[in-house]
């Protein structure tokens, strides 16, 4: 996975701390089995509020907390490290707050719709077509980029994968739903797309603070159209309040991590890690909401959809921004 000289060089001491091999494999890691419980953790906080499916007002404003709290946790982060509070050059808060509402803002009110309902396991499945959209975007937008034979492999896998993870709805009778699959696919596109203009606006930007404001200004935006519909938290008690702390806490943690491996290492090295995300989005949900991964769909899609991941970001350029993975 990493050369040989990198592997020489991690022992050196002027090799940066986030570019040591082990270091890389155990954040990117981190980062992915965080994004991984996202799934089944937001599942569990519907529950332990009472928010039903058709409550969307509720959905939006459970959502808008746990962005706005995360957004405040990587700017204090970012002031930690840089020894200065994170502020938007001048110019482009206007930028900052157009990606905030869509990488956050949309994206997450198609997540949040979708996930409740359809499961866990699919939904963690279905969310990792991110990685193919930004392929097949990248390929009309960037001259440099194009769809190789490889990628279009990569991406066949993919598609293979969300239809056998669909196959088992139709052969359970469980029916697909736009509400539900439809909408996590939907999120997925969201995603793709707004991290190409994330991509412009992080040239003259700080990756922490661009990551800061977005989620701040994203979950200012979903708290304000939940409680304008006439959505609620509800009554928090000391379960629920924690799981919405620990929501927020991993997206700020893994969005500063990932930044800081995007920072000091090849894209292509660091986005090989994303084929973890359904993984552990899987396993996480089979074990705390006891549903069943170990269907012979799951399992082939869980094989077809990292199968395609590893193809379309193997050998990726060390130039371009990693597209920013779904994090739940």
């Not at 603070?209 to 008690?237: E, N, P």
């Amino acid at each position: 996975m990493f050369p040989a000289s990198s592997i020489g060089r991690a022992a050196q001491p002027e090799t940066p701390f986030f570019a040591r091999p082990l270091v890389v494999v155990a954040l990117a890691t981190l980062c992915c089995l965080l994004w991984g419980s996202s799934y089944p953790a937001i599942k569990t906080g519907y529950a332990l509020l009472g928010i039903t499916q058709q409550d969307i007002p509720s959905k939006l404003v459970y959502a808008g907390y746990r962005f706005l709290l995360a957004g405040i946790g990587v700017a204090l982060a970012a002031w930690l490290l840089q020894k200065k509070f994170p502020v938007p050059p001048r110019g482009q808060l206007r930028q900052v707050f157009l990606l905030g509402i869509a990488q956050t803002s949309l994206q997450y009110v198609f997540f949040y719709i979708g996930l409740a309902y359809t499961t866990g396991v699919r939904a963690s499945i279905l969310n990792a077509t991110t990685t193919f959209f930004s392929v097949l975007l990248a390929h009309f937008l960037y001259k440099d980029d194009r769809l190789s034979a490889r990628k279009a492999v990569g991406c066949a896998l993919g598609l293979a994968g969300v239809l056998a993870v669909n196959a088992d709805a139709s052969l359970l009778g469980s029916g697909l739903s736009l509400q539900g699959e439809g909408f996590i696919v939907l999120a997925a596109f969201v995603l793709s797309a707004a991290s190409i203009y994330g991509k412009r606006v992080s040239q003259r930007m700080d990756a922490m603070t661009m990551t800061a404001w977005q989620l701040a200004i994203g979950g200012l935006v979903l708290l304000a159209a939940g409680y304008a519909t006439g959505g609620s938290l509800g009554r928090l008690d000391l379960a629920s309040s924690l799981l919405l702390l620990y929501l927020a806490a991993l997206s700020a943690v893994a969005f500063t991590l990932w930044s800081l491996l995007l920072k000091h290492n090849p894209v292509g090295l660091v986005s090989m890690f994303a084929f973890l995300v359904p993984l552990f989005g899987a396993a996480l949900s089979g074990i705390w909401l006891d549903e069943d991964v170990l269907t012979w769909t799951n399992l082939a899609a869980l094989v077809l959809v990292c199968g395609g991941v590893l193809l379309v970001t193997r050998g990726a350029p060390t130039g371009r921004p990693a597209p920013r993975q779904p994090k739940g």
